[in-house]
């Protein structure tokens, strides 16, 4: 195998927080005067860092987002991971396999180093992440579709980026792994193959991952 690290994103690839996330922003947007769809929050914010929303509002209205709307926002989240968060389809059987293969691999997500760890307790993934093993857009200056964090990650694991891997369920995901020079899975479990432009190679399922790393 060429690949010397597994990078794998959080929301959506390990864990089915998208449709809860979303349908919360969609809905908290909403109630602030600013109309959003499930579809639109989606298309807009899916895979992004939350700066990405205020900045989206600010250019769209000239207005800015309440001072504690991402303290609100995450505790309507984390009360919907409480109630429903579950692992992904084969997220669990993969780790194994990785951690059994002696397959380096880590976590870099978007999404708050609060937010990851409060889905990984909820459903259990805390057992295969530790704290070196974890990176969050908190880390660095910009998110994605910026690369920074993606070269972060890899720095941080001792790999160059040519040598790893991304698995991503997002458009500005992908972006970034390439902007990275890195490989990139593009996963589509939710996202249409088609919105994953530039991905190396498409996935539906967790389990597909094994076969095409043998096979590099």
């Not at 860092?49 to 989240?77: N, S, W, Y």
């Not at 993969?94 to 937010?115: F, I, K, M, N, W």
Request: with cysteine; charged share 25%; aromatic share 8%.
């Amino acid at each position: 195998m060429r690949y010397e690290l597994i990078i794998f994103d959080n929301d959506g690839v390990l864990v089915n927080s998208e449709p809860l996330s979303n349908t919360m922003l969609a809905a908290y947007l909403t109630e602030l005067g600013h109309p959003t769809s499930y579809e639109e929050s989606l298309r807009d914010y899916m895979g992004a860092a939350m700066h990405r929303v205020h900045d989206t509002i600010q250019e769209r209205t000239g207005k800015q987002l309440p001072e504690d709307f991402d303290d609100v926002f995450h505790e309507r989240v984390f009360a919907a991971f409480a109630r429903e968060l579950q692992p992904m389809a084969g997220a669990v059987e993969l780790l194994e396999q990785l951690t059994a293969d002696g397959v380096p691999y880590c976590l870099a997500s978007s999404g708050s180093h609060q937010r990851i760890r409060v889905g990984h307790r909820k459903t259990g993934l805390d057992k295969w992440f530790g704290e070196e093993r974890i990176f969050s857009s908190q880390d660095v200056g910009r998110g994605k579709p910026a690369p920074d964090l993606f070269l972060h990650a890899a720095e941080r694991m001792g790999v160059a980026p040519g040598k790893c891997v991304v698995i991503e369920d997002s458009p500005l995901g992908v972006q970034a792994a390439n902007a990275a020079g890195m490989d990139v899975y593009g996963f589509t479990a939710m996202t249409p193959a088609d919105r994953l432009h530039g991905a190396t190679r498409l996935i539906s399922h967790l389990s597909e991952v094994p076969g095409l790393l043998a096979a590099q």
